[in-house]
């Protein structure tokens, strides 16, 4: 009885299936802020490695998600370079120059303003805004009156 042979297709099916879940598993890690040097300990692959499965995943996300995972993903990553920020500033102390600290707290600025446009904090209330907040009731009611000629209020 000789050796039995082994698929090359099936051994690449698991081979892809196995990198699949790594990337799932090293997305879920990084976005719950975990480093890549401790996803790669997790994962049984080098840190690089670990970046390579992240960026994959949220490349593989961006074109093909919808608003909302997109968005998701933007806040995750903007959490996780807020935690950086802090960091810094946190470990600046009495007596050392500002410049380091400086910079992080404009970035953290420049953060928070990315955040306010993903959640939508710094844009103006448009009547469509209105009108989406409306009850069946009053959509029905501002019907009837531009149907009857009047304008709603």
Same mark, same amino acid.
């Given at each position: 009885?000789? /050796?039995q042979s082994?698929?090359?297709q099936?051994?690449n ?5 196995k990198r /699949?879940? /790594?990337?799932i598993?090293?997305? *879920?890690?990084w976005m719950?802020?975990t480093s890549? *040097?401790?996803?790669g ?5 080098s ?9 994959a995943a949220l $490349?593989e996300?961006?074109p093909?998600?919808d608003f909302?995972?997109y *968005?998701?993903v933007?806040?995750?990553e903007?959490?996780?370079?807020r *935690? ?5 500033i ?8 500002? &410049? ?13 303003e ?5 959640? &939508?904090?710094?844009r103006?209330?448009t009547?469509? $805004? +209105?009108i989406a907040?409306?009850? $069946? +009731? ?7 009156a531009?149907s ?6």
């Amino acid at each position: 009885m000789g /050796e039995q042979s082994v698929n090359p297709q099936h051994r690449n099916a698991k081979t892809n299936a196995k990198r /699949e879940t /790594e990337k799932i598993e090293a997305l *879920r890690l990084w976005m719950a802020g975990t480093s890549f *040097r401790s996803i790669g300990e997790k994962l049984g692959v080098s840190g690089p490695t670990a970046y390579r499965r992240v960026r994959a995943a949220l $490349d593989e996300m961006r074109p093909h998600a919808d608003f909302e995972a997109y *968005r998701a993903v933007q806040l995750a990553e903007l959490e996780v370079s807020r *935690r950086v920020l802090r960091n810094v500033i946190a470990s600046w102390r009495p007596g050392q120059p500002f &410049g380091e600290a400086t910079l992080a707290i404009s970035t953290l600025l420049k953060l928070q303003e990315r955040e306010g446009q993903l959640v &939508g904090l710094d844009r103006a209330p448009t009547p469509f $805004d +209105e009108i989406a907040a409306m009850t $069946d +009731e009053q959509l029905t009611a501002m019907v009837a009156a531009w149907s009857a000629g009047e304008s709603p209020t």
